[in-house]
């Protein structure tokens, strides 16, 4: 089992900068891939970023590519989530997510979420 705790939310203005954390307990001798997605309401939840267990490749959505940068700490085992140039598009509520392997995997869904911590941009 891994459990998942987001922090770093908050209410920002449009073109501010916010960086999401996530911490990783239980299962955490094997780095798993990881990544960041978001619901905003009324709407289904949507990928944002993914980065591999060892760190060496991401992957982002095209709304985050360009502004936002998903990075780890495997000896932490944190992964962050660096959101610049914020829109109030980006209103949303943000969790993270571990797979069940080290690679990125293109269709296969996470295994472990977190509960999501809230980013509200206003305009």
């Known amino acids: 089992q891994v459990q998942l705790v987001e922090s770093g939310g908050g209410l920002v203005q449009a073109g501010a900068s916010l960086r999401l954390s996530c911490a990783a307990s239980?299962?955490?001798?094997?780095?798993?891939?990881m990544g960041w997605f978001r619901q905003a309401p009324g709407k289904d939840r949507e990928f944002v970023a993914v980065?591999?267990?060892?760190?060496?490749?991401?992957s982002y959505s095209d709304s985050a590519k360009g502004r936002f940068t998903i990075s780890r700490d495997n000896a932490e085992n944190t992964l962050y989530l660096q959101m610049n140039s914020l829109e109030p598009e980006d209103t949303a509520m943000y969790s993270c997510?571990?797979?069940?392997?080290?690679?990125?995997?293109?269709?296969?869904?996470?295994?472990?979420w977190g509960q999501g911590t809230q980013v509200t941009v206003s305009s």
């Open positions: 997510a571990a797979f069940d392997s080290q690679q990125i995997i293109a269709g296969v869904p996470p295994k472990y």
């Open positions: 980065i591999s267990g060892s760190g060496h490749r991401a």
């Open positions: 239980g299962r955490t001798d094997i780095s798993l891939a």
